[in-house]
């Protein structure tokens, strides 16, 4: 029947495989073997009668059934992409590109062929794509270069249930475009041929099919086998620590199978794994080998293939991830699941504008999707990290929607691009509060992005077409002002890449802070340091030796670079000239000013800061250049709260420049106090503008 299914795939117009050489065809009749064994296969005919029927079709199947991979496919081998692309979108930027590896391999393509990806700063696809994995934040931005989606067939909005800011727009685009009503001033048909799935992981889709007007739910049976949990008697005091007694416990006492543990964030896991490594090397050659893999957002490629490869013979694999492998990747042969019940959830507070990724207690939703993950090729044991009164008594039912805990200034600015006046009666499942909006309204119009009336200035369009983060953007834009672009690009490119540039090993942390501090000769501030490092760097042709002697992470600086070039050719698109003016770091120090004179502070006593419009106590934090330096004025790149408040990239500022680069924004007497009174008076308004 397997020839039969290929004869029934190429009548339905696949014409690949007519263009296969035998031996192809041969690995194509492995992949269509270990293809039938998923749960999904079965429904395979009913599915597609279903899409045929229905414009909009929710989905509901357990991680690992086959949605993600196979629904594609299926469309593709039905024709659908004779039409227009299968686009299926994914929150993670890792799960979209090992998901379009894999469908590459199984289709048996060139991956960046007919199959390709799309996340921020990287796109694998050629004019040949048909099947496109990207992230739901790449979809959003498609909408503002293609108000219609006129190059897509069938949109997929996969994971639906993680409900991501960009994932709950898309939801109320989408609906938009494809009701006959138009919501839109700007687009003049509506798709009534575009297929819209939406693919879930947890029961509750009954929502989902509410919002989009009654949509059919095809759900796909999974199969479970039973999971033995297991809570602790006492909460845990360090579950870190746990995580790793727990994992090496398993090792020694329980039969062969792969283990996963979900820790919070790339830190914990690279200190996991370190910990791991150096414990199970006193074990002895009776135990078997523990082979460690982790997996995290910012993990580069080559590593990522590595948690998908069978574990050797006789040995047993630690996957330690974060959320991901909670429902966007599945892993086969685990058999152990250690669940310490945290991950790291982004909140923002209107009121003080201030965002944060704080690790929280998961939800009981996250608790039982991770236990089940141990269940999916027999019967599987989860270790829980918790009480079983913490588990009742403390969880959340459901993960509160990020459209309601998050700074909304970027996807207002989307919005407002395209061409949506009226955000509050904008069909949102959950609409967010109306403080976040207003404050996000309020940062726009501040910025420049928005004029009076609140439609896009030319900078605001700019700015939305810029996948960086607002602010950085219009540092980015006002470095044509200050004829610094090219220093600009790569300090917004470095300053992207976040916290990963200076390599600070254990047993040579002396040696690590020394040679950072070589960077900040002359106190010159975060931003200026992280330039300097760049500089250094592309002065030795970028060479790898270089990093390993100034303790800098090469992958980090790659990508940093890789960054920079997409600025670089952005910046061209818009006609703005690169140039440069290294030797004025005054006007470097205004460009980042104009994108990020929100976040001032000034000093106070006993070294904190209060930032300038909020009036929030926050402190340098310990890692920056200018951590013993305190300046007077500080502009800052982000807040953390860790133990306290703590500003993150610092750079001195000098007051009048708050006056004169954000004159609607601040008064003479927002910079000037009791403390400042020996300034020169009325310096602030001279060059208004
Ligand atoms: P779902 O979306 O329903 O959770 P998937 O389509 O992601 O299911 O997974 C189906 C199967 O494909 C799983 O057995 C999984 O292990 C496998 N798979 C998915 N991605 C990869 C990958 N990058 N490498 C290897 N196997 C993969
Ligand atoms: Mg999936």
Redesign the pocket.
Known sequence: DQIEFIKASVMDGVKVFQRLSSSALLIFHLWLDERKT?P?YPYREELLKAVKEYQVLVIV??????????IPQYLHEAGYAEHGKIGCTQPRRVAAM??A??VSQEMGVKLGLEVGYSVRFEECTSAKTVVKYLTDGMLLQEFLREPNLASYSVVMV?EAHERTLSTDILFGLLKASINSFNLFKDISRSRSDLKLLI?S?TLDAVKFSDYFNSAPIFKIPGRRFPVDIHYTKAPEPDYLDAAVVTVLQIHVTQPLGDILVFLPGQEEIESAAEVLKHRTRGLGSKIAELVICPIYGNLPTDLQ?KI?EPTPEGARKVVLATNIAE?S????GIKYVVDPGFSKVKSYNPRTAMDSLLVNPITKASAMQRAGRSGRTGPGKCFRLYTAHNYHADMEDNIVPEIQRTNLASVVLTLKNLGIRDLVHFDFMDPPPSEALLKALELLFALGALNSVGEPTLLGKRMAAFPLDLMLSKMVLASEKYKCSEEIITIAAMLDVGDSIFYRPKDKQVLADNAKMNFHTGNVGDHIALLKVYCSWKETNFSTQWCYENFIQVRSMKRARDIRDQLERQLERFGIELTSNADDLEAVKKAITSGFFPNSAELQKFGSYRTVKSRQTVHIHPSSGLAQVLPRWVIYHGLVLTTKEYMRQVTELSPKWLVEIAPHYYQQKDVENPGAKNLPRGQGRATRG
């Open positions: 998923l999904i199947g357990e991680t690992g059934s086959g949605k993600t991979t196979q090992s998901v590896a894999r996969d693919s992981a293939v998908f429902t990747l599945t892993i086969d």
